[in-house]
């Protein structure tokens, strides 16, 4: 199989590649038309004779390619058509003409298309977009506030997407695997991994610039997105954060992809639970060395992005035992494969298989056996082991010591967060201009958009508005992100408690905004929706995956709801139970909620476009169910249950809680990134940030109602300005989709070019 | 490639097809390993020479299987390991020993396994399931309920799917589709198929038993059930119903796959709006042939299932035109394959490629460049051409005939929302088994199941109790079918008018159910849920586009709404306009919403559990948003808005509209079907009924508040009767899955009979 498709690489033969596809896979090639076929090669004076014979090879009807043939062709395709425009990616034939390197091969592939008949299968220009409903400077000046201050990484990222190279789907897994690591060392080729290290590999500041990059990297695909994350921001990440000087050295070859490595953290007993991981880190004074073992198989490390086939090394987080003593959660440096790709010896390597999507990431499991490693080892920033053996930290609470370690990781949640919100952005302008080309029923002859029709802006409007103000308020998260950010070479500790909470509360927001704005695209596009050609399909199931790892949505949902009841001011990151009782003890329920019935009686548009009565909502609903889940605790407490069976009890009404504080907090960083925004891009966010707010209030409407702080007049009036925005909204849509400036090659899809029952347009 | 995966046939092979596959997959063979292996297997005298060289070939480090040879091996293994019992399928080790075919394989098995490291992987016994919370006589009880009469069907395809065989995953499209093409095959041998049409292939008088049994096909693999769905329901089903005699006479080949076709309506223009299609079949009366063509690209057939590989016929849905007069939408018989698989002349045929879900069905495109067929191929039930060349019908007007012609296939949207509820079955199943059997968090040495957990009870247990309900309100759907059905070789005219709109709002509701539960399955499964072996990434992507196709969830939503309007006696699918307008003219806004305040303020257990409450409350929502959609109409009608755009811009109210009515229409049902059940049933039904209902008017609760029918109090005691519910149902769970009665083999998943963590019980 492999000689057939390595003589394809010879570029004589480029132009003939989508012919020799559409053959093969669209038109069970006859005897009469091979000959035919055979008989045109042959006549060609300008062809090799290599280059005849493997064409040849192709064209025998004895010898079809098998589906791995075949396959290995498309993605070959794919590869080369990436240097093709757009508008010549549309079909076989114009593909194989633009694709040609010179006079002789075009004509070749005109005169094969044709026989072919092919010839004129669509020969399409892109549909008219639609006036934007914003003036060029305000499209300007809306893209330039979405894209923010680490504008230049963004256009650096567009600019290595836009050569379309970085697409393939519905190969086998093996191919897909061997596309994404040749995809994630071009990335590194371009230096943005450079980013991520702060001090060491860049003389930045701190790791801004590096998650901006990431964000917009999630435009693309999502395997090189997660792939790329493990390698520079799990494995790099935790080896710049948690480790020394002698471990930073490698960061430069990290970040260049020349080791690779991965993140073993997570175990298949324990996937949300990692202070109570139970792979150990014995260490061994005799020889100075560290015992890393898997006890049992609920300690395998399962999901390990790269583990299955590409990673050398593994930042292991174990439990460290010096002598009797337990210290917790440490993490060391493993090598889990020799320099041939086997696995070291003591380490048994296992695939997690097929998954339900980013099949181009080779997550695996990993088990160690004994396996013994030098204690340098041990990533040493916040813990290490002296001359005679003595455990020291520069944190005496084992427990601080263990969130002070995880905050430092905080980073991937922020970037796993504002990354579902990217994927989500791809998908909306996907369909949101497919909704503008497309035209279905209405009055014969006058069929109408899509758009047109307010169940369709109601899918897509409002999550549309809900990825511009989550674009924003993720950007004031790596603001203070970086604010707080303490380089790996200080001997500063670094106190990420505060933004913990926030981080987690936005992670949840975003993957969920991405998983159901991405589902809700996908239902819009009805069955093109549903054709993976149009990327929705890889985007919905790659995503999905978001709302699970860098923390289970609904185990941060709770520890969210802890860190709120326990007033910002406790451990974020722990059972949380005692932060939250003492708190609560502290806390009286004299927070009397004010309502004014003036104010509840007001429904005119002024008073519902009020950033004030919006702000005033949130900030009323988070306030209200924080004091009475607070109180429901104490009163289960008073009636001695213990305390975990009563936070238990209410575990559904600290998810309200948490989800709360997020939607408040989203809005609030929205709202004042908006209003420093340029006065060009203010129209526009304001209007959007309109729909996000009272389509957000109409959602909760029946707590707001049952509260007593909207009457029924008020729910119903949200409603109808819910309803005026979404056609507001819809007639700015384009210009809020340019704004996004995801290039062509990215969007991708034909359906966000043309209406496939239309290819040609007046 | 093909020579070494021939070889493995061999019977004498069995027992090394995991350990062959293990070795390549999982363990990157090293040259010594190799060498023992070699060494251990040419000392098994028992081995032919030519399959002791079979395995040394596989066992060559210096030639590595590819990535296509190890996709077969491993579908290759997936067959052979289909004969063996769940528990041995836990480990390749345990598997190669029960599926090798004598006891020297067994003992060679068992001693590679060992060489390899593999012997005590995972050595597991299913977990003990908790007590199932009802009686044996309940389960069964309930089980027969949910099964109903038809029960024996139910038996036939779970024994024809307990074999295990029908499963794979992450195989490469054209392997995939290869499978599944198999797959129907041996469905149809088993005579399934000779249900679906009463009176010619069985005795039967309507098509219920066929219809159940495409419900319990839905347990399995979702490409198999709609490549059937495709075969038997739509192309067979359309031959049926609208062919006559001589057509008739094709069908015991089709139920037996003998013939196989396709069912040519969507046009990629027009995939909702098949009164516009625009495919034509002229007629020329010189030569009695029809002429069937393509005018346009938006003509172009789209997403037909099987029109991509096997189908060599087609019923193609076309604008029937005799002389200068269009007669409208009619369905011809036309072949689009040669015998040889080729393309039939002047057909073109493309494939649609890679899809989200379901790439086990070979949806392709069809043009048609005046292809000529007999007219004998008009499916002339309904309208045919007299020797003179005259169009004749016994249904006089055009729009009754297109809806006499649509009403007989409405079958097929029946049975999807029925399948969708069966494959959110499974997922429910295979997510509450794993709640059951996974422990999380808790304090130290005392896990929680996950089952324990609020949240995770309110992601699975109302969408459990919904899926009951939705499966007996589809029975009473398919009763209702078998009570209007008319069978193919009468006059009669049938009227399937009252039973569209039901059949299309539990369409939605049934669709809707799948996509959501199965996503909700996947999420509460975590990273389990993620990986392909459990199942459930499968039937997510596959149930995705339930809600698109046999009528698009939103389109069909629309139609319900304008025939509730229209007082159920006019035309269900057409526009529907002008029935609404009459019928709009006739009603007058008297009915007067009687609210009781002694009702609404009751929040008593007693009055929130009763059918009767439960019921009024969905009763009084339906006919409010009806009342209130009407007058919102005839208020733009009175200001002399368009009627079309009247209706357009109260879109959304209309989706409501059918939202309410769907709502009542199942639950009900469910009451009837409940009321009528054995008594040992009715404990769980009426548990699930009250689940299900206090869930729903929770998640209407805005709706009732704004409308004052609910006050604050009640819509608390609402939510605290649903809190408690959970708990109720949590407790029965068990045995409600049991009474699924879905076999281990269908189940399949890992993560459904032990933790991956704790593969030992005590």
Known sequence: ???????????????????????????????????????????????????????????????????GELAALRTLLDRVASTAAPEARRTFATLAESIATDDDGRAAARELATVLGLGDEIASVPAPMPAPGLLPGEIEALGDTLDGPDHFVR?????????GKYRAYGLPTAIMRDHVRDWVRELAATGLGDLAFPGITNEGLDQRAFMVSFEELATGDLSLLVKWGVQIGLYGGAIYALGTERHHARLAAIARCEELGCFAMSEVGHGSNVADLETTATYDHATRE???????????????????????WAVVFAQLVVGDARHGVHAVLVPIRNADGTAAPSVRIGDCGHKLGLNGVDNGRLWFEHVRVPLANLLDRFASIDDQGAYTSPIASPSKRFFVMLGTLVGGRITVGSAGGAAARVGLAIAIRYA????????????????????????????LATNVVLRLAFATLRDRHAAS????????????????????????????????????????????????????????????????FEGDNTVLAQLVAKSVLAGYSKQFADGGTLAVLRALGRRVATTVIEKNPAQIRRTDPEHLRDRTFQLDALRHRELRVTETAAARIRRRLGAKREPDAALLEVQEHLIALAEAYAERLAFEWFALAAAAAPEAARPALHMLGDLHALALLERRAAWFLEDNYFDDRKAHAIRKQVEALLGEVAAIAPGVIAAFRIPDAVLAAPIAFFDPAHPRYE
């Open 290 to 312: 560290l015992v890393i073992h898997t006890p049992a198989e609920s300690a395998r490390k399962e999901w390990i992005g790269a583990a299955a086939h590409d990673a050398r």
């Open 436 to 463: 503008l080309a497309r035209r279905q029923f209405g009055t014969a002859g006058a069929e109408r958009r899509l758009l047109d029709y307010p169940s369709h802006r109601r899918r897509l409007l409002p999550a």
């Open 485 to 548: 950010f303490v380089g790996a070479r200080t001997t500063e500790i670094p106190d990420s408690r505060a933004l913990e909470a926030d981080a987690a509360a936005l992670k949840v927001l975003g993957s969920r905004h991405g998983v159901d704005t991405l589902q809700a695209c996908r239902e819009a596009c009805g069955g093109q929706g549903y054709l993976a050609v149009n990327r929705l399909a890889d985007l919905r199931v790659d995503v999905d995956v978001f709302t699970t």
């Open 155 to 163: 256009e650096r990222v567009r600019k290595h997407l836009d050569s």
């Open 1 to 67: 199989m492999s000689d057939r498709l390595t003589v394809l690489e010879d570029p004589q033969l480029r132009a003939f590649l989508p012919l020799l596809y559409v053959v093969w896979a669209d038109l069970d090639l006859e005897l009469a038309e091979a000959a035919d076929l055979r008989g045109r090669i042959e006549a060609q004076p300008w062809l090799r004779p290599a280059a005849r014979a493997a064409l040849e090879a192709w064209l025998d009807p004895e010898a079809p390619p098998d589906a």
